[in-house]
């Protein structure tokens, strides 16, 4: 019953992805963390346990993106290989403090993170463009940014990236597939760097490896990539603006939960 769940999570998630350009994570996140509280995992754990898990799927589901994008001629690989060793560095340093902070406190952090998701997206608010790519130097400043935020949500780096490369004037289109392409390295490092903060704690259940649950993993990606080209063809024949207000408010409701009760 448990596997069926992360299934029905991975297709929700896919679908939202496809619907509205962003990671599944905001939604994998916050109904792993109930699953695994359902299971009896220590609070002190299942927090970290979320995230990490969240992090491993999008391994799977970046990868097939960035194929997609990849064949469309969308992604520019020299932004990505520019933001690369930025992203590593960012993702593993947040990977390593947040093993530090209790679960309970890091569910409110994630709880008023969901809050000011939803206010951008009801809002539908956007950086003022620059126009100016920034140096070397300035691009992987960004990805260190982009990588320690995204550890800290379980999210593969769209919600912060793409707003970053709309400020530097790329087409909305170009942003969405370079994000996706960031998001391989965030992942990555994420899943790898959770793998050995959990090491030897014993409050983990069997079949984790340190912070990673791999039977959530496995359900979620099982579903997750193929429901996404479900959204995606969604978009074009539903109302893409009232949909973003309608998981907004279930981002409300999300974030809510987690810091009042």
Known sequence: MTFLLYLLVGAFAGVLAGLFGIG????IVPVLIFSFAAQGV????LTHMAVATSLATIVFTSL??????????AIDWSLVRSMAAGIVIGTAAGVVLISEVPGPVLQNIIG????????KMFTGWEPPGKGDRPSALGLMSAGS???????????GGGTFTVPYLSWMRFSMRQAVATSAACGI?????GAVTNIIAGQGNDLLPEWSTGFVYWPAVLGIALTSVPCAQVGA???????AALLKKLFAVLLCVVGIRFIFF
Request: hydrophobic share 50%; no cysteine; glycine share 12%.
């Open 233 to 239: 063809r969604l978009a074009h024949k539903l109302d």
């Open 42 to 45: 220590s609070a002190e754990v």
């Open 185 to 189: 390295p965030i992942a990555l490092t």
């Open 24 to 27: 599944g994570g905001m939604v």
């Open 145 to 155: 940014i982009v990588g320690f935020g995204s550890s800290w949500f379980g999210i």
């Open 112 to 119: 008023v993170f969901a809050l000011l998701l939803a206010l």
């Open 64 to 73: 097939s993106s960035v194929r997609e994008h990849h064949r469309n001629g």
